[in-house]
């Protein structure tokens, strides 16, 4: 992974602009003004000078009424944050109104978004930091203003920037591995395991004991298609970073490679020490499990972090890498949110609007955190609630153990590939197909793994 984003991501971890049309600037990364003189009599005090000029973007606007339309695929711990945008949008921007269409990101997000294509993008489009390269590419997307990049980390921009030009303002960001209950880790002498050895002595224990080894809800096949993810970029990807062009070449196969079927196959492991109702089970219910002691651990990301917390706010767990062959596993760190916009709006103004309250207003950046239980991309925001994770992804930050998943989301897109995938292991794992017809499903489609 470059320097950059692990410094980015240490610094982050550790810490636990003019606009045409807007006018103004923001407190999100700009230079601090200098301290203000004490005022004369029949003068407006400085700081009450300094917060109209604050206000003055509204203000100095047109005043025109705009409604710009917002596509949001949304991961399970974002929806209700359009509310908290709407109310900051007005009371900076009054004239301006988001009309949202809201979806699950896994499911109907990309097929909108082919729908969309053909009609016209909407002026905003929200989805992750891997849905640039599949559409700016195509030369749907807008260049996002340095104004408004320059308030995000610079790891924010590097793999949402392409040729040069970045097209999407990432604005949180996910950690994958293996969540574990500390309590139940330390009452039964665990450590974390490194290696799959490790790993299997805890599990072999676990069942000695009637305790499930991991919770799983096998009913989404998102969840299939991320930790098939995870395996892949701690099996594969790290060791063959171009992976995914080297299939597209025809140089590597899914029925060849002994990485790639190991990858797959640990969905079989998490299937055999799982419930037997795994493809029932919804992730709330399968959460609540983990939390009231009935699985030692489970293979997810931070959209966890929030079922745990509403269930029990005190409830103690910690993170690690799901432990590859080669006993090199590096937790994997995701760019989320990703702010887009169409490259053929008709009202760049009012959409810079959105983008300068989104990337400027750090108390909407910290409820929006804090809600969804995920770390800051935005400079100078630190989400305020209480992750006992943090000190994991701190330790893994500082030995460098940290990887970004979109390498592999870029080679292999979610949509039209891993997607299709999981919905074939999970057939596998329920005895509908064979592994070797699994392997030569996703070698079929080669075609479609690629954005380009």
């Known amino acids: 992974m470059k320097k950059k984003l692990l410094s980015a991501i240490l610094c982050s971890a550790m810490i636990a602009g003019t606009l045409a049309g807007c006018g103004g600037s923001s407190d999100g990364g700009a230079a601090q003004a200098p301290a203000a003189e004490p005022a004369t009599e029949g003068e407006a005090p400085a700081d009450e000078t300094a917060e109209a000029q604050e206000e003055a973007p509204a203000a100095s606007a047109d005043g025109e009424e705009v409604t710009l339309t917002v596509l949001a695929g949304q991961s399970t711990t974002d929806a209700g944050i359009e509310d908290m945008i709407d109310e900051a949008l007005a009371a900076k921007y009054p004239n301006i109104t988001l009309e949202w269409e809201c979806t699950g990101w896994d499911g109907e997000f990309h097929p909108k978004m082919q729908q969309y ?35 995000g980390l610079d790891a924010a921009r590097e793999n949402v920037t392409i040729d040069g030009k ?36 805890i599990i072999d224990d676990c069942k000695a004991k009637g305790i499930t080894p991991f919770a799983s809800h096998m009913v989404d096949t998102w969840s299939i298609g991320n930790v098939t993810m995870q395996f ?45 109702e795994t493809f029932s089970t919804e992730q709330t219910d399968c959460d609540a499990r983990m939390v009231l002691g009935e699985a030692a651990m489970k293979v997810s990301g931070s959209w966890s972090i929030q079922n745990f917390l509403d269930i029990d706010e005190n409830f103690d767990f910690g993170i690690f890498p799901f ?62 609630f209480t992750n006992p994770s943090q000190v994991d992804i701190d330790e893994y930050a500082s030995k460098g153990m940290i990887v970004d998943v979109t390498l592999g989301n870029n080679q292999l897109v979610w949509g039209g590939f891993q997607e299709e995938n999981a919905s074939d292991i999970a057939a596998y794992l329920q005895g509908d197909i064979s592994f070797e017809e699994c392997l030569s499903a996703s070698d079929a489609r080669v075609g479609s793994s690629s954005a380009q």
């Open 323 to 384: 432990p590859n062959q080669t006993g090199d596993s590096k937790l994997i760190f995701e760019p989320n949110i990703a702010i887009m916009t169409s490259a053929e709006t008709e009202h760049q103004d009012a959409v810079n609007c959105v983008l300068d309250v989104l990337s400027g207003d750090k108390d909407l950046a910290v409820e929006i955190l804090d809600f969804t239980k995920t770390a800051s991309m935005l400079k100078d925001v630190v989400p305020t």
């Open 232 to 276: 892949m970029m701690n099996d594969v990807f790290n060791n063959t970073p171009d992976w995914g062009d080297k299939f597209r070449a025809g140089e590597v196969t899914f029925a060849d490679d002994k990485a790639a079927q190991t990858a797959y196959s640990y969905n079989k492991l998490i299937f055999d020490n799982t419930y037997p």
């Open 117 to 151: 294509m053909q009609s016209g993008l909407p002026d905003i489009i929200i989805g992750k930091a891997q849905d640039v390269n599949t559409y700016a590419s195509q030369g749907l997307l807008g260049e996002i203003d340095a104004t408004y990049l320059d308030r």
């Open 166 to 201: 970045t097209y999407g303002l990432v604005y949180n960001a996910l950690y994958q591995g293996v969540y574990y209950n500390k309590t139940m880790f330390a009452e039964n002498g665990w450590s974390v395991p490194a290696t799959q050895d490790e790993l299997q002595a």
